[in-house]
T-cell receptor, first 118, second 112 residues
Framework: GAVVSQHPSWVICKSGTSVKIECRSL??????MFWYRQFPKQSLMLMAT?????????EQGVEKDKFLINHASLTLSTLTVTSAHPEDSSFYIC??????????????FGSGTQLSVL | GQQLNQSPQSMFIQEGEDVSMNCTSS?????WLWYKQDPGEGPVLLIA?????ELTSNGRLTAQFGITRKDSFLNISASIPSDVGIYFC????????????FGKGTRLSVIA
């Protein structure tokens, strides 16, 4: 079945550094990917919709200059947390849908990235 | 962003017991979904519902799409230890690439 691969699984960084998270669709092309953030014991909150070849659409309250999204190919979207601070520590999850199939059985999630900013 | 109202927040049950959790919304959703998330992993789809009133089963799991399209429930029968995890409801207002809106989750613990 279709798989979404997310890397790295976890990352620890110093405050002020930038961190890049990759989301890959392994056996299908994804024109759209979604990035979510999940704080401990909280739900998944949509951050942005990543569109291949165009600018991402950010949810209200999400700083686009801080959370840079690049969807340069049909199989890869990246989220870069710039100048990370401890409050950015969270679990980041991407998802992608197999194109041409509208049902949600073909929406797959990555395994997530745990970011800890010291 | 918008969230769905999911309850209960957590449950502790004995192995073999049945479990029920539900989600409500103040607005209509055209699709309701139930996911399970294990620690450090992304959510995995359990059941998808597309029609108001629809009742769908997946093994020991049964979910229903409320008639008003503003609610859904998930039942787990004869719980087993591997049912432990966080269960999320999610709604989608329109088809296609409309993002999902998630509930806050129900944390299920099963005591053997």
């Amino acid at each position: 079945g279709a798989v979404v691969s997310q890397h790295p699984s976890w990352v620890i960084c110093k405050s002020g550094t930038s961190v890049k998270i990759e989301c890959r669709s392994l056996d299908f092309q994804a024109t759209t990917m979604f990035w979510y953030r999940q704080f401990p014991k909280q739900s998944l909150m949509l951050m942005a919709t990543s569109n291949e070849g165009s600018k991402a659409t950010y949810e209200q309250g999400v700083e686009k200059d801080k959370f840079l999204i690049n969807h340069a190919s049909l199989t890869l979207s990246t989220l870069t947390v710039t100048s990370a601070h401890p409050e950015d520590s969270s679990f980041y999850i991407c998802s992608a849908r197999v194109p041409g199939i509208a049902t949600n059985e073909k929406l797959f999630f990555g395994s997530g990235t745990q970011l800890s900013v010291l | 962003g918008q969230q769905l109202n999911q309850s209960p927040q957590s449950m502790f049950i004995q192995e073999g017991e049945d479990v029920s959790m539900n989600c409500t919304s103040s607005s209509i959703f055209n699709t309701w979904l139930w996911y399970k998330q294990d620690p450090g992993e992304g959510p995995v789809l359990l059941i998808a519902l597309y029609k108001a009133g629809e009742l769908t089963s997946n093994g020991r799991l049964t979910a229903q799409f409320g008639i008003t399209r503003k609610d859904s429930f998930l039942n787990i029968s004869a719980s087993i230890p591997s049912d432990v995890g966080i269960y999320f409801c999610a709604g989608q207002k329109n088809s296609g690439n409309t993002p999902l809106v998630f509930g806050k989750g129900t944390r299920l613990s099963v005591i053997a």
